[in-house]
């Protein structure tokens, strides 16, 4: 299972989104730090779950961080995180 396979589902499993887009930016950073061949280093994603209703920022930041903890600390180099509730408007 690739990288964002995997980060696909433990966020469906955690947060049950009502979207969710996971996008590899790996072939953004080549020859920065972290990058490696092969891609699947670099991160961004855009998620909704009625789960960060009521919850800041880094709230919602560190759900994700705990969630995401095995690929953080192996393979992920950098992970861009757009979490939002439902109905809210992405900042």
Same mark, same amino acid.
């Given at each position: 299972?690739?990288?964002?396979? #995997? &980060? &696909?589902? *433990?966020?469906?499993? #955690? %947060?049950?989104? =009502?979207?969710?887009?996971?996008?590899?930016?790996?072939?953004?950073? =080549?020859? $920065? #730090? @972290?990058?490696?061949? @092969? @891609?699947?280093? $670099? %991160?961004?994603?855009? +998620?909704?779950?009625?789960? %960060? =209703?009521? *919850?800041?920022? +880094? =709230?919602? $930041?560190?759900?994700?961080?705990?969630?995401? #903890?095995?690929?953080?600390? !192996?393979?992920?180099?950098?992970?861009? +995180? $757009?979490?939002? !509730?439902? !109905?809210? *408007?992405?900042?």
């Amino acid at each position: 299972m690739s990288t964002k396979d #995997a &980060i &696909i589902n *433990k966020l469906r499993e #955690a %947060f049950l989104p =009502e979207s969710l887009d996971v996008v590899d930016e790996s072939h953004l950073h =080549e020859g $920065h #730090a @972290g990058h490696r061949p @092969g @891609g699947e280093t $670099h %991160f961004r994603l855009y +998620i909704v779950s009625p789960a %960060f =209703e009521g *919850k800041s920022r +880094i =709230e919602r $930041h560190r759900m994700i961080n705990a969630t995401l #903890a095995q690929e953080l600390a !192996g393979s992920v180099h950098a992970l861009a +995180i $757009h979490a939002h !509730g439902p !109905g809210e *408007k992405p900042r």
